[in-house]
């Protein structure tokens, strides 16, 4: 059977598709930093090189900003198209002292590659670019047809991809995306990810006089823009860990049983959570669990905070400006547009009187929830057990993928989302890893979801 060859084909290329994933790693793509425009268009062009390879027509799209990379092969008319993307570019290594090994110079330890990324994405991006290697040196084709679409803009935003899909969705047309950039529930628990969350995201500043005051002389007088900070990000959470914006939970859509009682049964210790992390006590909101909390309901978190002094000693300033980065962390049905009025009232009417306030929005992102009972998700489930050889659980994740959201508004499908990371892999800090035994699992289950989709 032609499966058993494409198996054999994967068992034999092992340490070279290590070898390859390295040569990939080594350059620094950082999308968000100009300094490595060159080295981030040189990413792009391994990844194209690299499908051309295996047999596939690859192209760069060239865009604003950093190229796109698309190929696809549909020799097989009648069966299912699926679109696989993933992206090249990486977060920023800084800072650098707490690294063990250079963020560049991929290295082992423990049979894990740690790198910047090693799991977001380069590693698991790059299972599909083997699985699909080894169907076209084995059968010259897929059992379906598929389009890949690679980016270099995931961790600044996405805009040229926003802009590409929506003008090609006749181009990228398929029946499922898949889309490998989530983790697994647990070391040996394989997970197909149903639900990711969306993402609300602000800067505030606030302003005062058009200097800074000695806090003596003018304290008391004049409205401080730090303390009127405080109290305007002080509101916008209670003591029960509810978002306290008037309407924002209109939209949410409850926990179903069903899905209360699967998280019940996952093997997740809330003791053992807490004493990884080495908190005095776990918080969240009220009556919800605590991957309840982290999977499907909404947060609020401040990100940065700045204003006034805090050098070495004291200092008595009534600082001129204040300003912060918090965001909001959303779940279905809740809509990012709906959410930034919400937000924008609220901050209104709790400013306190004496300062202006100017919030800026950053760049949103929908929730998404995907239905497990469909062909797509089963052969996705099948093709995990086959690769990681364990049934796989359903989860949800509290983090975002833009694009998953972009495809279902453009498309009109659905993602499978099959991460082949783990929790633990640092994805954007210090020391990001990926185990090499999970990037030979996922390429595998890659390989094999072209087969089991083709049913
Ligand atoms: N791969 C992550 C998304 C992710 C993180 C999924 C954790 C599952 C668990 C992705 O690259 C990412 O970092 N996304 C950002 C999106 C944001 C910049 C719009 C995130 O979640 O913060
Ligand atoms: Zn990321």
Redesign the pocket.
Known sequence: MIWNEVDRYLEANRARFEEELKALIRIPSVSAQPDHDADTRKAAEAVRDNLIASGLKAELIETARHPLVYAEWLGMPGKPTILVYG?YDV?PPEPLEPWLSPPFEPTIRNGNLYARGAT??KGQMFTHLKAAEAWMKVAAGFPVNVKFLIEGE?????HSLEKFVAESAAKLACDYAVIS???QFAPGIPAV?YG??G?A?FELAVTGADRDLHSGTYGGAVANPLNALAEILASLKGPDGRIQVAGFYDQVLPLEDWERAEFAKLPFSEADFQADLKVPALFGEADYTTLERKWARPTCDVHGLWGGYSGPGPKTVLPCKAGAKFSF?LVPNQDPATIERLVREHITRVTPPGVRVDLITH???PAVLVDVNTPGVQAAARAVEVGFGARPVFMR??????VVGLIKEKLGVDALLL?W?Q?DDN??GPNEKFSLADFHRGIKAAARLLYELAI
């Open positions: 992206h977060q977001d994405d995931e961790e600044v935003g996405g950039d989530t983790s990810t990711l969350k993402l995201y962390r760049h949103g992102a994740e509290g983090g975002s993928i833009p991460g990371g929790t994805l954007h």
